[in-house]
């Protein structure tokens, strides 16, 4: 019976390549196979990213957007076997790659390995989101859907159960889920236990969710975050797992994890900004204390108080940011904001920039090898001859004519890669400004309307006649 679940890529193709070959997962690689590029990780991105670069209008390690996801680099397929279906690795490997074939036809670029290291056997497939000859490949409900049901039919093939459920006609509880009920275990607390090891690592509440897909669990979005670990039978929405794992607590503990609170106006007569922010903490300590708020952990293996509630702990690193940024005012924020902005647009284009410089060199450093290769190889096929005479007029024209050019090309293809390195760091600590400034902006206005302390009154109402509806015994 497997279960197929596909993740869109958006910036870290090699990354997730190096992390499918890795030769502890696949015997050594002894399960690994390629279509249309090889199975060597850092060789199979860089022929991915020159299929991609042709096609789109985009660079395939452009860093994304201040706003939105970016494009789809490449898509990762999983096909997880349960362990009472007995199906080998090599079964797998054939499965996985039949499924690519049928799937998406002879153009496709994939590399396809079947990992071993655990009590399952399943199945990883990277597809560039461009073939060949230019088709788009698409990660939607209804891709997956195709894909779905292209595994079953093969299955059917093979003698393998098909996923039913996926066919609208139920599912069966597979052994490790019998197991898990067998032993008692919460499968709510396992979730917990994984997200609240996961946020120190990191950066937004998609990377939370990419991670949670690449250790094998299920997500979907849609108006709440719902999630299934591994041989669960059904999802869970993340808020039925507490307060502190609503979408809008994910992001809070995720966004502030990094940052202190508990700072306090050093000025005598602190601005109108501040001011507001003491008012308002004091309050919600209040309502903490009184139980007269929704009860939010910060910190999720201690008992709950005002001292560990979510709320007063955002709102004092958000004043804390204040102090020691010395935002005097509301408008002075908004200028900050506007300017991090252009700011971020401006590193980005300039990241770019280099991106596409350091590719170049690393193509013509490629040719300058090739070069040297073949032309000291002796006897030449008819394509190696057209290769030489390509990679020479190449290597001629940009004058890498002596050892000592080539070692200077290699230093500033490395001095480049480097450079890129630290600017895409700065990006995200200006992304992560942004999205703070933006936070606490916000809240500025929410607070100075009155409505903060308003919509947490009315949360916890609202909290209440739910739990006292579902304590209502039913007639």
């Known amino acids: 019976m497997p279960y197929v679940k596909s993740i869109s890529v958006h910036a870290t193709v090699d990354k997730s390549l190096r992390y499918i070959l890795n030769p502890d997962k696949t015997e050594s690689q002894l399960y690994t196979v390629s279509i249309n590029c090889t199975t060597d990780a850092r060789d199979a991105y860089l022929q991915m990213k020159a299929v991609y670069e042709h096609y789109a209008r985009d660079k395939y390690n452009s860093p994304p957007p201040l706003e939105g996801k970016g494009t789809v680099k490449a898509i990762h397929y999983i096909i997880s076997f349960a362990d009472s279906e007995n199906v080998t690795p090599v079964l797998a490997h054939k499965l996985a790659m039949t499924f690519v074939r049928k799937n998406f036809g002879d153009e496709v670029q994939a590399v396809i390995a079947t990992h071993v290291d655990k009590s399952h056997v399943h199945a990883h497939i990277i597809v560039n989101s461009y073939s060949l000859s230019g088709q788009k490949y698409y990660a939607n409900r209804d891709s997956l859907r195709k894909a779905r049901e292209n595994i079953n039919g093969i299955c059917r093939a093979f003698g393998i159960t098909p996923a039913l459920n996926f066919e609208n006609k139920g599912r069966s509880v597979d052994h490790y889920e019998w197991e898990q009920r067998k032993k008692g275990t919460s499968w709510k607390q396992m979730i917990r236990d994984e997200i609240d090891k996961l946020i120190p690592t990191v950066n937004s509440l998609d990377e939370l969710l990419q991670a949670l897909e690449e250790r094998g669990y ?3 979005r849609g108006k709440y975050i719902s999630v299934k670990a591994p041989g669960q039978e059904r999802f869970v929405r993340t808020k039925t797992l507490g307060e502190e794992y609503t979408e ?16 306090t106006p050093a000025e005598d007569k602190p601005s109108q900004l501040m001011a507001a922010y003491v008012a308002v903490i004091s309050d919600v300590r209040i309502l903490a204390e009184q139980r007269k708020k929704v009860p939010r952990k910060r910190i999720v293996t201690a008992e ?5 509630d979510l709320d007063v702990y955002r709102l004092s690193a958000q004043l804390s940011v204040i102090s020691k940024n010395n935002i005097g005012s509301i408008g002075e924020l908004e200028g900050r904001i506007s300017r991090l902005k252009a700011e971020y647009e401006k590193r980005r284009v300039e990241i770019n920039e280099l991106i596409e410089e350091h590719n170049r060199l690393v193509s013509l450093l490629e040719q300058v090898r090739e070069y040297h290769a073949l032309r000291d190889k002796g006897e030449l096929s008819e394509t190696e001859k057209v290769r030489l005479a390509i990679c020479k007029q190449a290597v001629e024209s940009a004058a890498v004519l002596s050892a000592s050019d080539t070692d200077r090309l290699r230093e500033r293809v490395e001095t480049l890669g480097k450079k890129i390195t630290t600017l895409k760091g700065d990006l995200d600590k200006t992304r992560q400004q942004y999205e703070v400034y ?5 809240t500025y206005y929410k607070i ?3 409505d903060y302390l308003s919509d947490l009154v009315e949360e916890e109402r609202k909290r209440r006649e739910q739990m006292n509806k579902k304590k209502k015994p039913s007639r």
């Open 218 to 220: 299920e997500v979907k």
């Open 248 to 263: 809008e607590s994910l992001n809070t503990r995720i966004l502030y994890k990094d940052i202190g609170a508990g700072a």
């Open 304 to 308: 709950y108080s005002a001292d560990n």
């Open 438 to 442: 933006s936070d606490i902006r916000d």
């Open 448 to 450: 100075s309307k009155g």
